[in-house]
């Protein structure tokens, strides 16, 4: 039987090895679950989750803001990659997911991902909402600081 886990999580490393981004070495973090290591300079901590409509709600135990501070730590670059069920991908920079989450830790926080069909996605968080929508084309190319110009303001 194919878990959640590596269904999703699939998703994510395959559209990594189809883009032209120069993914020399994908590795898993030796002790974060949700965690990806590429090349050696970019951290990936994956959430998903199973709903088949929008909207998609992502909880941040503080278990999860340790891994992702850890992760951060370690590597340097690093992005929050949520995927939302078998509809599409957003990437989250750590600025990203400071502005979503705030600076404390909270004991529960979220990130609520929504889309009406054929939009691009909407994004806020226990401590605010991103000011651009995310298209779904963004990922993997903003992992790597690629400037996505289909991101609108919404």
Same mark, same amino acid.
């Given at each position: 039987?194919?878990?959640?886990?590596?269904r999703y999580h699939g998703i994510v490393l395959a559209?990594?090895?189809?883009a032209d981004m120069a993914v020399n070495q994908i590795r898993s973090h030796p002790s974060i679950r949700s965690a990806y290591?590429?090349?050696?300079?970019?951290g990936l901590y994956v959430k998903y989750s199973t709903s088949r409509l929008s909207p998609w709600k992502?909880?941040?135990q503080l278990e999860h803001r340790s891994e992702i501070a850890t992760l951060a730590s370690e590597i340097g670059r690093l992005s929050v990659i949520l995927v939302c069920g078998l509809d599409g991908i957003v990437a989250l920079d750590e600025a990203e997911i400071v502005q979503l989450l705030g600076e404390r830790d909270d004991p529960l926080e979220w990130v609520r991902v929504d889309r009406i069909r054929n939009q691009m996605y909407?994004?806020? /968080?226990?401590?605010?909402? +991103? &000011?651009?929508?995310?298209?779904?084309?963004?990922?993997? /190319?903003?992992?790597f600081? +690629? &400037?996505?110009?289909?991101?609108?303001?919404?």
């Open positions: 039987m194919i878990r959640d886990i590596e559209r990594l090895i189809r290591v590429l090349n050696e300079s970019v992502f909880n941040f909407g994004v806020s /968080g226990s401590a605010g909402r +991103l &000011a651009a929508k995310v298209a779904d084309n963004a990922f993997p /190319g903003k992992v600081g +690629l &400037a996505v110009s289909q991101r609108i303001h919404s």
